[in-house]
């Protein structure tokens, strides 16, 4: 599903600059999976309604091959995009899924779920981006959902030297394969040619970052190399990002979603708002509640 368009004249009269660069932290999960976690818990109430952002990227199976076995999660939603590598999704509410390059797996933990994510191969790479996104309060405790996003589902807008695939929200025109009503998700992964510049209109109340993920670009003067997230200055009035890609090109997520503004209890996998919701999601897992 490609969208292609004349090429494209600057348009944002208040682009936003750059509040800060993020190092990401080399951590593991799952059965030992060596990843890297971009959006940390203490980032969790600026860059709201986003809880979480792991990056993962490996040629030795090694770092990845135990995967993720059977855990739970409530409380949110879960999006996983494979850039390479195959996945393997399976859950308590009878859902089976296969991850391939250019998938998108998009669940919502809603009340309870226990799934497995386990790679089904042996070798090469795995690659991709796991993205907590939070519900707000009423919706906690919905029934759980899961659809599995086939690579020629996610549509495709082609400018000037970029490739923008809209995996949720809506950009130049082309919606994305997702929509969310609260917290309004923009999900774009940008394929930069050397020097080409990619604008994206945003609301101004959105919190949004940038994650570099090849080679190098710029927002506005401030350079944001490979693995490094620009958390997206708050600026009122402003319109938008403008980015630029540098002279070897760049690959790279862009996130913005409208913020919840409400309370966030986290304890591992299940986020809720409260402690007391918390206490109660702990004693449901472990009377086998969530399965």
């Not at 907590?132 to 000037?160: C, F, H, S």
């Amino acid at each position: 599903m490609d969208h292609e368009t004349a090429p494209a004249t600057p348009s944002l009269a208040r682009p936003r600059p750059v509040e800060r660069l993020v190092q990401g932290q080399d951590t593991s999960d799952g059965a030992g999976v060596k990843l890297t976690r971009v959006l940390t818990q203490n980032l969790q109430r600026r860059l709201d309604p986003f809880l979480m952002l792991d990056a993962f990227g490996t040629d030795n199976p090694g770092d990845y091959i135990g995967g993720f076995p059977d855990h739970p999660h409530r409380g949110f939603e879960t999006v996983t995009y494979m850039l390479a590598g195959r996945m393997r999704h399976r859950d308590s509410a009878g859902n089976v899924g296969l991850l391939t390059p250019g998938a998108v797996q998009w669940m919502t933990a809603g009340r309870g779920v226990i799934h497995s994510e386990m790679p089904e191969q042996q070798d090469g790479r795995m690659e991709g981006f796991q993205l907590w996104l939070n519900l707000p309060a009423r919706q906690k405790m919905t029934d759980p959902w899961y659809r599995d996003i086939r690579p020629d589902e996610v549509p495709v807008w082609r400018g000037e030297g970029v490739a923008a695939r809209v995996i949720a929200g809506r950009s130049h025109g082309v919606d994305g394969a997702m929509q969310r009503e609260h917290t309004e998700p923009l999900y774009l992964d940008l394929e930069l040619a050397p020097g080409a510049v990619f604008e994206q209109p945003l609301a101004d109340s959105h919190n949004a970052f940038v994650y570099v993920y090849r080679g190098e670009l710029a927002v506005g003067p401030q350079p944001v190399p490979a693995r490094r997230m620009a958390i997206l200055a708050n600026l009122p009035g402003s319109d938008g990002v403008r980015l630029a890609a540098a002279p070897a090109g760049a690959r790279a997520i862009l996130v913005a979603g409208r913020p919840l503004g409400e309370p966030i209890a986290q304890y591992g996998p299940f986020v809720m708002n409260t402690h007391g919701e918390i206490v109660q999601a702990v004693d449901d897992f472990r009377a086998g509640r969530l399965a």
